[in-house]
């Protein structure tokens, strides 16, 4: 009998029972929408887990990095310079703040963009760019000191999309850290997004911006924003997820280094920290060349799913092929090798053993 599939990932979102609480205070104070008491309180809340002084939350994570963008980056540029891997989201985020995503490779050790990339790129562009944006790569803390420091020396904005990392953050300042509260994500909602940062001016003007840009208490417009806020009702969800979230939290770190125990033996890279110092919703592992395709076809004949969670890079996409970039060689040999393992709830200690045994 073929064994059942084991699926890559299976969200979990607050039961009805722990919603009820909320739902009724909703019923009772009748303020659905446009900074509600429970939007005030999961602000607070979110604000207290991160460390971050000060929070805008917004409608997704793809609308956070739009709005961060749209404030910080150098009016009169066109261009802004990213990782080519990375969710593809990253892309239209940058798109949609008016600029042109301008693709840089990662570093083969952290997956991510360095200072060291960008300032190899800078002389390569005919103009200079309107901003930079950093990625999380996974939900890895992104180096907030080293890009604090590139920033006050080449007077070129950063934005970090850390669209999974919400739990992993340390030391947030005056870079906007946008994050995703998606369902898949750890702290998810279902659809909602957050921007963290130390400046209290920026974040008073992305919240304007979530509200059709209305500053103050008159309904005078500011700024141009759009509306990108949430619901009382995703509000209530997000109070629900956080009283649940020291437990998700622990579950994530057990299930973690459950797998890091059984690829001691195993000839595959994880991301550095990963279960130790930070914990998120997926669970990579990086194959080398030679071994690649044998683990795939084992993982597949098991009935184990996996998935390349960002794809093959921003400029394999359609959308996205004729962003300008440079040389990817990294991107490229690095990608197809960053295979996401099953990391659910509902894994046993045998569905443990079974993916490690189809890893090289
Ligand atoms: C999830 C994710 C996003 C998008 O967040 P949404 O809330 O789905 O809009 C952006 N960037 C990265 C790296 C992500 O993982």
């Not at 709005?67 to 593809?88: D, E, H, W």
């Not at 597949?300 to 996409?317: F, K, M, S, T």
């Amino acid at each position: 009998m073929p064994s059942e599939t084991i699926k890559v990932l299976i969200p979990r979102l607050p039961s009805t029972d722990a919603l009820l609480p909320y739902l009724n205070r909703i019923d009772s104070a009748r303020i659905y929408s446009n900074y509600g008491p429970l939007h005030h309180e999961f602000s607070a809340r979110l604000s207290q887990l991160t460390g971050a002084p000060g929070i805008t939350i917004t409608c997704n994570g793809t609308s956070a990095i739009e709005l961060a963008l749209r404030v910080r980056a150098k009016s009169g540029r066109r261009y802004c310079l990213m990782p080519a891997f990375t969710f593809i989201a990253s892309a239209h985020a940058v798109c949609n703040a008016g600029l042109t995503p301008f693709l840089l490779d990662v570093s083969e050790q952290h997956m991510m963009l360095t200072p060291e990339i960008v300032e190899a790129a800078l002389p390569q562009l005919d103009e200079p760019p309107a901003a930079v944006l950093v990625v999380s790569a996974f939900g890895a803390p992104p180096d907030f000191s080293r890009w604090k420091a590139f920033e006050a020396k080449h007077g070129i904005p950063v934005v970090f999309d850390a669209a999974a990392a919400v739990t992993a953050l340390d030391g947030v300042g005056e870079q906007p850290v946008c994050v995703s509260l998606h369902a898949t994500k750890v702290v998810g909602i279902g659809e909602g997004g957050a921007i963290l940062c130390s400046d209290r001016d920026l974040i008073e003007r992305t919240t304007a911006m979530t509200g059709f840009g209305f500053l103050g208490a008159e309904r005078v417009s500011a700024i141009q924003g759009g509306n990108y806020r949430i619901s009382e009702y995703a509000a209530a969800v997000g109070m629900a997820v956080m009283d649940g979230l020291p437990a998700r939290l622990e579950a994530l770190r057990k299930l973690s280094r459950a797998y890091l125990e059984r690829l001691k033996t195993k000839d595959v890279r994880v991301q550095r920290g990963v279960g130790d110092e930070w914990v998120t919703m997926t669970f990579n592992v990086v194959v080398r060349p030679e071994a690649l395709q044998a683990t795939l076809e084992r993982l597949d004949a098991q009935h184990i799913e996996w998935r390349r969670w960002w794809g093959l890079g921003c400029h394999r996409h359609p959308a996205f092929a004729d962003a300008p970039r440079c040389n990817l060689t990294t991107t490229d040999a690095l990608a197809p090798r960053v295979i996401g393992l099953p990391f659910h709830d509902r894994l046993s200690e045998q569905d443990l053993d079974r993916i490690a045994d189809c890893l090289p």
